[in-house]
């Protein structure tokens, strides 16, 4: 798979799992879960050229994916991925809260998505 369809699989699966949970389906949401994880774990075996396809997503047009690219990129592009979990932090709802938690691992020193 291309590195562009690995980047979209995890788009789109960040995306419905939310949708998921926002109906309340949870069952579903893990099942998109797992699937973005094997997208991005596909996407860092190949190292940097895999992270900078995810970059991408810190554009993309919904907070979710956004949110989830740049909790994955911290290490690799710290500034532009505190940046877009900062401001989606301002808000309120579970995306803002997974941006601030996000973000609190990191300073923490607790934060693992990508070891490097």
């Known amino acids: 798979?291309?590195?562009e369809e690995l980047v979209e699989q995890?788009?789109?699966?960040?995306?419905?799992?939310t949708?998921?949970?926002?109906?309340?389906?949870?069952?579903?949401?893990?099942k998109h879960a797992?699937?973005?994880g094997v997208a991005v774990d596909k996407l860092l075996v190949h190292g940097d050229a895999g992270r900078d396809a995810?970059?991408?997503?810190?554009?993309?047009?919904?907070?979710?994916?956004?949110?989830m690219a740049?909790?994955?990129l911290l290490?690799?592009?710290?500034?532009e991925a505190k940046a877009v979990l900062e401001e989606a932090a301002k808000g309120q709802g579970l995306?803002?809260?997974?941006?601030?938690q996000a973000l609190k691992r990191w300073e923490e020193g607790t934060w693992a998505l990508d070891p490097g």
């Open 10 to 17: 995890f788009a789109l699966n960040v995306a419905a799992q």
């Open 95 to 100: 995306v803002p809260f997974e941006a601030g």
């Open 70 to 72: 740049a909790a994955h």
């Open 54 to 67: 995810l970059l991408v997503l810190l554009k993309h047009e919904r907070m979710d994916v956004r949110v």
């Open 1 to 3: 798979m291309k590195l």
């Open 34 to 36: 797992r699937k973005y």
């Open 75 to 79: 290490r690799y592009r710290t500034t």
């Open 19 to 30: 949708d998921a949970i926002w109906r309340g389906d949870a069952k579903t949401g893990n």
